[in-house]
């Protein structure tokens, strides 16, 4: 019984003596000028297990629990991060009041991302993540975001839909495509600045994740620094200039907390030619504390975009008319039309209570959001095409004719693009007047329009079980609803439009009137329904050595197509519902990080996940009919990345390595094709498409003194097809052909034979150093050299397949079609090397109270050319016509390219009271 005791006794002895061991780190955080305490401050001891608490007005308190030497990091919004040494040994550490400086770098997160038309029209995958990083103080994604970001580079190759942007906890990526709509918050920077980012597969606190990251916006009226800040830019970027307001009133007496934001963007061009820009928005958040623990916030945005469009253009194009060249515009009246608009009103309404005690805290919200999506267009019926790149117009289609080359006509085709470059509407309305029969118009102007509704319930919890064990769990509900249609914006003087297919004749809507006017919808109308619903759970385990996690969500997604419409050619399937689609869905991740010490650590993550297609690769042709992808998949991704961290008190730095694999994945394109199985406006349909990502990055950084540090990263990719993915392509008129396959149209291709081939996801290898200065008297400076490589153009797939070989005359391979002259033929394009110098500064001063700064940058200061990317046309499906149209070296069908921005600015001026 003794031994028993004494063993007992020991057991306790050891856990208290080891409870008592713990040493604490305390003190105040406050901005240098101002003397106030800062929000949302993260404040954590590197490489070390150490619960941090931290209220607004109290010391922030660190527990950990043994002595030595550690570095103390303090990062917040609007501020430089700190990094100090401290030494910790047999009592606790007072550190007293820290002071912070505020970092007017963050003015460089708008106007500053210089995205290619692909990222704006989201027409095509590519989309940058930039949005996402501007969170983050990892200097390699922080050089990511704002130096390779003008050469369109991806991290790690992802789209931005590998992403998940949250808003006080809630989805914001679309279902639709899975990428977060910056533009539903654009210009709102003072309110959406509160961001919580983790990098790809690392534990989040609100969302199981994606495996490019999760960045949490944090909307509460309180977190908000209390005062007025207003602020004016200047820009010949996105837009020309800026003005942002916004009031924060902080804590009142009677518990509430509010602030309201509110900016206004304009451009008559951007940098693009007749790019014009129109944006305003506005922000209201209203907190409500009704005790220590619980507190209600209601948020309201608006932001209203339009912009003008700008096209990817062939290089023959760009030698005659120059990089800010769009074929988009032209003058009415003395003053710029684009006939290619881009509008955006999807406002947001959202509720959330949030609960907080010491170990667990709860947010729980509801959302709505609704309003549409414009793009606007012209066109044309039985009447010449209007755009002046037409490769009919261009010098190439008389230097590449079958019956020979004719330069005389192709020098009058190069001097009247010169002399007359742009969209002519005063002939578009004169040949409405000449060519309209009985008042029906031959050319039109009109909009697509998606008009979205969408409701979300979403709660997380986060519960600490003790200092070694915290748990997160949550759920989310999304229900979305949209109306599909084309609408009439403008007959151009005609005075209807006969809603009639011109190639097949036959009427787009049935049961509805013939001819359409201004107002009404035509050509299609249908209705999308969609829901998500999902839920994940999350442990973390820390100790003195080691840390771990382990994470799982499922999810279930529905989609159903319901036709409004009853189109001719499809008779059968293009009116009502179609079936409903059902997806299933899980992933797993988990990851562990191993300490040599304080300032040493390594970190393993690994991940298999599974997910929904998207919404826009189910329904080949929404348009026009309910008919699906054959054997839908979901799509599979496995991921796993290593990463050697350093925290030294002069070095940062950060090594990784990574590897993902995309498996299943399915993708629909739309184009005008001349194959050997036919010619017609067609959906390709590519299904089992495998996708490698693989690469390394570096990131480092040295303070050299207390004013200099110099950085330096490097991003080093391997993005390829994985696989030979099945192809078919369904005709547009295939409901009026009787020689077509099947009812359907659809026509099987086989393998595209793809594998290998490089992504067209911007640069695959990319690296920068960088030196800044930062003066006591509160000026800096700073300059970022750049070096970009490996950029591909993106390929055409349907040239790769089987069809590619076959003369449609004869239904028969091409003699000269051997392998060795088609490989040849079809060899993917690498895009020039890409070398940028970017500088950037600011000033900021203190005059009564009132905290002034001034902020500038220059991009590519010695005005390099270069091409952010690019895509093979598709038009020349067969062997023939591509042969033919190459022998010149100026094909009329050559590559499309989106040209990056020459030498640009930004300058902003703010004041806060």
């Not at 660190?62 to 501020?79: D, H, Q, V, W």
């Not at 070095?651 to 001349?674: E, H, K, M, P």
């Not at 990131?699 to 994985?722: H, N, P």
Request: net charge neutral; aromatic share 14%.
């Amino acid at each position: 019984m003794k031994k028993r005791y004494l063993i007992f006794c020991f057991i306790v002895g050891n856990f208290v003596v080891s409870a008592q061991e713990r040493y604490k780190v305390i003190g105040v955080v406050k901005d240098q000028i101002s003397k106030e305490n800062i929000l949302h401050a993260q404040i954590k001891i590197e490489g070390v297990s150490a619960y941090s608490f931290k209220t607004l007005d109290e010391k922030f308190e660190l527990t950990i629990k043994r002595p030595g030497n550690y570095i103390l990091s303090i990062m917040a919004p609007e501020y430089v991060g700190k990094r100090i040494p401290i030494l910790i040994e047999t009592t606790g550490l007072d550190l007293g009041t820290l002071y912070m400086e505020r970092d007017i770098t963050f003015e460089k997160g708008d106007n500053v991302i210089m995205l290619t038309e692909a990222d704006i029209e989201d027409e095509r995958t590519a989309s940058f993540p930039s949005g996402m990083l501007q969170a983050t103080k990892d200097v390699f994604l922080n050089r990511a975001a704002f130096d390779f970001g003008q050469a369109f580079f991806r991290v790690r190759g992802y789209g931005s839909e590998n992403g998940m942007v949250l808003l006080n906890g809630m989805p914001m990526n679309k279902i639709f495509n899975g990428r977060p709509q910056w533009n539903n918050w654009g210009g709102l920077n003072d309110v959406t600045r509160n961001q919580e980012f983790t990098h790809g597969l690392v534990a989040s606190d609100y969302s199981f994740g994606r495996i490019l990251g999760t960045t949490n916006i944090d909307t509460r009226a309180s977190g908000f620094r209390k005062g007025l800040r207003v602020s004016t830019s200047a820009s010949n970027r996105t837009y020309a200039g800026r003005l942002m307001a916004t009031y924060s009133s902080g804590w009142q007496r009677n518990g509430f907390a509010y602030s309201i934001s509110a900016s206004r963007r304009w451009a008559k061009e951007g940098y693009m030619d007749g790019t014009l820009y129109d944006a305003y928005s506005f922000f209201a958040a209203m907190e409500y504390r009704v005790n220590e623990k619980n507190s209600f916030n209601a948020t309201a945005v608006l932001a209203a975009n339009r912009r003008g469009k700008s096209s990817a253009i062939t290089e023959e194009v760009f030698g005659i008319v120059g990089r800010h060249y769009n074929p988009y515009w032209g003058y009415q009246n003395g003053e710029i039309r684009n006939s290619r608009e881009r509008k955006i009103l999807e406002p947001i309404g959202m509720l959330n209570h949030f609960y907080r005690s010491e170990r667990l805290s709860v947010n729980t919200g509801v959302s709505y959001q609704f309003g549409t999506l414009e793009q606007s267009r012209l066109g044309y019926f039985n009447a010449p095409n209007p755009d002046p790149t037409y490769y009919r117009y261009l010098p190439s289609y008389y230097i590449n004719s079958p019956i020979g080359a004719n330069f005389i006509s192709a020098n009058m085709a190069r001097e009247g693009l010169i002399q007359n470059p742009q969209l002519s509407w005063s002939k578009v309305y004169g040949a409405n007047a000449i060519l309209a029969l009985n008042g029906k118009a031959a050319y039109l102007f009109y909009k697509d329009v998606t008009d979205e509704k969408q409701f979300q319930f979403n709660s997380i919890a986060n519960y600490r079980i003790n200092d070694r064990l915290k748990v997160s769990f949550g759920g989310n509900y999304r229900n979305i609803e949209s109306d599909n249609y084309a609408g009439i914006n403008d007959l151009l003087g005609a005075q209807f439009h006969e809603d009639k297919d011109p190639f097949s004749e036959t009427n787009n809507d049935m049961e509805g009137e013939l001819n359409k006017v201004s107002g009404d919808k035509f050509n299609y109308f249908y209705k999308l329904n969609s829901s998500v619903m999902e839920g994940f759970l999350q442990a973390e385990l820390r100790s003195l050595k080691w840390e771990g996690f382990v994470a799982a969500n499922l999810s279930v997604t529905d989609y159903q197509r319901d036709g409004k419409f009853k189109n001719q050619r499809y008779l059968e399937n293009s009116l009502g519902k179609s079936d409903a689609l059902n997806f299933s869905n899980f992933g797993g991740k988990a990851g562990v990080t191993y300490k040599l010490n304080g300032r040493h650590w390594m970190v393993l993550h690994g991940a298999y996940m599974t997910k929904a297609p998207l919404l826009q690769n189910v329904f080949i042709n929404p348009r026009e009919n309910n008919q699906t992808v054959d054997n839908l998949q979901n799509e599979h991704i496995a991921t796993t990345d290593f990463n050697y961290y350093m925290r030294l008190p002069n070095v940062t730095a950060r090594l990784s390595g990574f590897y993902t694999r995309f498996q299943n994945t399915t993708d629909i394109n739309f184009f005008f094709v001349d194959a050997g199985v036919g010619s017609d406006f067609v959906q390709e349909v590519i299904t089992d498409l495998d996708k490698l990502h693989m690469g390394t990055e570096l990131g480092l950084e040295y303070q050299v003194s207390a004013a200099v540090k110099l950085t330096m990263v490097s991003a080093i990719g391997k993005y390829l097809y994985a696989s030979d993915p099945l192809v078919s392509i369904n005709f547009d008129t295939a409901g009026t052909q009787e020689d077509i396959i099947n009812p359907l149209g659809s026509v099987d291709l086989g393998n595209a034979k793809i594998k290998d081939y490089k992504l067209g996801q911007g640069p695959q290898k990319a690296m920068a150093f960088g030196v800044e200065y930062r003066d006591p008297k509160y000026w800096w400076v700073a300059a970022t050299t750049n070096y970009l490589t490996n950029n591909y153009a993106g390929i055409s797939t349907i040239t790769r397949t089987k069809s590619f070989y076959l003369d449609p005359e004869t239904g028969r391979p091409f003699p000269e079609a051997t392998e060795e002259n088609v490989q040849k033929l079809l060899a993917q394009q690498k895009l020039d090397d890409i070398y940028l110098l970017n500088v950037i500064g600011g000033k900021s001063w203190l005059r009564k109270g009132t905290y002034i700064s001034v902020f500038a940058s220059v991009s590519n200061v010695f005005d390099a050319v270069f091409r952010t990317g690019g895509y093979e046309q598709s038009r020349n499906g067969n062997f023939g016509q591509w042969q033919q149209d190459n022998l010149s070296g100026s094909p009329s069908f050559a590559p499309k390219y989106w040209y990056g921005y020459g030498r640009s600015y930004f300058l902003n001026f703010a004041i806060s009271f």
